[in-house]
Structure formats: structure tokens, C-alpha cells
């Protein structure tokens, strides 16, 4: 329980700080950063296993660099979902699937 919790802690971390480095991401308000930080858990803990199966030998053959599209995917899934959240573009999607990958590594580090 508290590793989901440090996750979603470090998803909105993460939007807030996409949203600050990149101007053209759009985030209405702090609410708007708590509800993107559950939903993309909610995506990646129900859709992500699944499509990382599904494309496991393209993630093989790039040495798993296809899993950051995917991350990218999954973020560009939670944009759709969520009204107040707006990445306009792959290239800003991918950045902010980057910062969600440091964060989540910062809180793993914090979590040991």
C-alpha cells in the first residue's frame, strides 16, 4: 500500500513539474494534479501489463527503450481522460513520461 501511494505521490509530483518546465502543458489546477497523478496509476496499473505483453518482442529488440513509448502512451491516455490536463504533442508527452520515470526512481531511493 505504501508503494502505490509513493507512486501516485510521485506522478503528481512529476505533472506539476512537466507542467512548470514546459509552458505548453496545461494544468487547470492542483486538483487537476492530484486526479492526473491517480489516473495514470489507474492506467498503468490496468492497461500497461497488458500492452507491454503485447509488444514485448519490439521491447526486445530496442533493449527495452520501447517501454518509454509506452510510458508516453500512457500518459497521452491519461490527457485524454482528464479534462483539465493538456499535453499538446508526442515530444511533450514523452518529456513528461521522462520526469514521471525520475520521479518514481527518487521515491524508490527514498522508499529503501
Given at each position: 500500500?505504501?508503494?502505490?501511494?509513493?507512486?501516485?505521490?510521485?506522478?503528481?509530483?512529476?505533472f506539476y513539474?512537466?507542467?512548470?518546465?514546459?509552458?505548453?502543458?496545461?494544468?487547470?489546477?492542483?486538483?487537476?494534479?492530484?486526479?492526473?497523478?491517480?489516473?495514470?496509476?489507474?492506467?498503468?496499473?490496468?492497461?500497461?501489463?497488458?500492452?507491454?505483453?503485447?509488444?514485448?518482442?519490439?521491447?526486445?529488440?530496442?533493449?527495452?527503450?520501447?517501454?518509454?513509448?509506452?510510458?508516453?502512451?500512457?500518459?497521452?491516455?491519461?490527457?485524454?481522460?482528464l479534462a483539465?490536463?493538456?499535453?499538446p504533442g508526442?515530444?511533450?508527452?514523452?518529456?513528461?513520461?521522462?520526469?514521471?520515470?525520475?520521479?518514481?526512481?527518487?521515491?524508490?531511493?527514498?522508499?529503501?
Open positions: 500500500m505504501r508503494k502505490l501511494l509513493l507512486k501516485l505521490l510521485a506522478n503528481m509530483v512529476a513539474c512537466a507542467a512548470k518546465l514546459f509552458p505548453a502543458i496545461h494544468l487547470d489546477n492542483m486538483e487537476t494534479v492530484v486526479w492526473a497523478g491517480l489516473i495514470l496509476g489507474v492506467v498503468n496499473l490496468l492497461l500497461r501489463p497488458l500492452l507491454f505483453l503485447i509488444t514485448l518482442p519490439v521491447n526486445l529488440l530496442t533493449l527495452g527503450l520501447f517501454s518509454l513509448v509506452l510510458n508516453t502512451w500512457m500518459v497521452m491516455l491519461t490527457d485524454k481522460l483539465g490536463l493538456q499535453i508526442f515530444l511533450l508527452a514523452l518529456a513528461t513520461a521522462v520526469i514521471i520515470a525520475i520521479c518514481n526512481m527518487m521515491m524508490q531511493i527514498f522508499d529503501e
